[in-house]
């Protein structure tokens, strides 16, 4: 009963992983990010991002050159790819199979993207491909025996 306790020893916390996604985000858009970009896209300090950018510095996920231009590792981007994953597969699981609307599915989805682990996302994935499979056959015409 102590897992509570891993979470937040996790490597990958909540801001840990928003920060990242903004940084891959930002590289996909203007093709560079600084702190300042950051500080805008997730609309906090400027104050906030530094602290954030140097535990991620620390740990090896982000580098800054020169100019002061932020880079993923390449640690950093499989987080990033990583979480996106498990977001598309849980919203697919919140709004297919259990109906949730949008906007809900998001924001559930955000807060435990990068909470769950390899094994119950692989699993979710299956349920998922399973059961659309099994709704491709039970479009076709149902024979009575
Ligand atoms: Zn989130």
Redesign the pocket.
């Known amino acids: 009963m102590d897992h509570w306790k891993d979470y937040d020893a996790a490597d990958v916390t909540?801001s840990v992983?928003?920060h990242l996604a903004a940084i891959a985000q930002l590289h996909q858009r203007q093709g560079y990010a600084r702190a300042v970009d950051v500080a805008r896209l997730l609309d906090i300090t400027r104050g906030s991002v530094s602290i954030a950018l140097k535990s991620l510095k620390s740990k090896g996920l982000v580098t800054e050159d020169r100019n002061r231009f932020l880079l993923l590792s390449d640690e950093g981007h499989e987080i990033v790819e990583r979480i996106q994953q498990r977001r598309r597969i849980v919203r697919r699981f919140f709004e297919d199979v259990l109906g949730v609307d949008d906007e809900q599915s998001e924001s559930d989805?955000?807060?435990i993207?990068?909470l769950l682990s390899d094994e119950v996302c692989r699993r979710l994935k299956e349920f998922l491909d399973g059961r659309s499979k099994r709704q491709g056959k039970s479009r076709r015409p149902v024979s009575r025996s």
């Open positions: 909540h992983s928003h989805a955000c807060k993207e990068h």
